[in-house]
T-cell receptor
Framework: QQQVKQSPQSLIVQKGGISIINCAYE??????FPWYQQFPGKGPALLIA?????SEKKEGRFTISFNKSAKQFSLHIMDSQPGDSATYFC???????????FGTGTRLTIIP | DAGVIQSPRHEVTEMGQEVTLRCKPI?????LFWYRQTMMRGLELLIYFNNNVPIDDSGMPEDRFSAKMPNASFSTLKIQPSEPRDSAVYFC??????????FGPGTRLTVL
């Protein structure tokens, strides 16, 4: 199955808090897991990505945690800022196949 | 580079009319993707091309939709005849074989 399930659908976090978005997949052939960030009126843009040979990848305040046995991965945003307010999409693909399967998206709002 | 260019940015048309959306990928990218985004269905892949050849059109909703890529720097997505349920934001994205997809700003289509 190609589906990627994402939760929650929406999330409100106070400034300075930790935002956590979760995704789960079924297809064990997936081996590339990116997160895309989309601001209103813009196209999605790659934020951070991970491959299953590592369990965690950190870039600044953004961290992906990957659990291969559970077939789950999550995005953590530390010290969340109002500028992080956007819609976040997880995705998955198989190496050699450029087709990305996207999750349904999470609308994140950071309040002061 | 100017990034992925899409035109028009907004299109309002009446039911039954033909609609043509245009995309110019990033120079040197050999993959091109067409997506549709709605609140109900999220981000859906419609079709993608590799070296101007359609690879997977399984996401094209029905025969009213068609896509072409006559050369490496131009693609069109045509809807004929258009229906109100086609109203959505249509994104074009391009990539090389490095997994990252670069999205255009999208075309907001409204079919009355």
């Amino acid at each position: 199955q190609q589906q990627v399930k994402q939760s929650p659908q929406s999330l409100i976090v106070q400034k300075g808090g930790i935002s956590i978005i979760n995704c789960a997949y079924e297809n064990t052939a997936f081996d590339y897991f990116p997160w895309y960030q989309q601001f209103p009126g813009k196209g999605p843009a790659l934020l951070i990505a991970i491959r299953p040979d590592v369990s965690e990848k950190k870039e600044g305040r953004f961290t992906i945690s990957f659990n291969k046995s559970a077939k789950q991965f999550s995005l953590h945003i530390m010290d969340s800022q109002p500028g992080d307010s956007a819609t976040y999409f997880c995705a998955a693909s198989i190496s050699g196949n450029e087709k990305l399967t996207f999750g349904t998206g999470t609308r994140l709002t950071i309040i002061p | 580079d100017a990034g992925v260019i899409q035109s028009p940015r907004h299109e309002v048309t009446e039911m039954g009319q033909e609609v043509t959306l245009r995309c110019k990928p990033i120079s040197g990218h050999d993959y091109l993707f067409w997506y549709r985004q709605t609140m109900m269905r999220g981000l859906e892949l419609l079709i993608y091309f590799n070296n101007n050849v359609p690879i997977d059109d399984s996401g094209m909703p029905e025969d009213r939709f068609s896509a072409k890529m006559p050369n490496a720097s131009f693609s069109t997505l045509k809807i004929q005849p258009s229906e109100p349920r086609d109203s959505a934001v249509y994104f074009c994205a391009s990539s090389t074989n490095t997994d990252t997809q670069y999205f255009g700003p999208g075309t907001r289509l409204t079919v009355l």
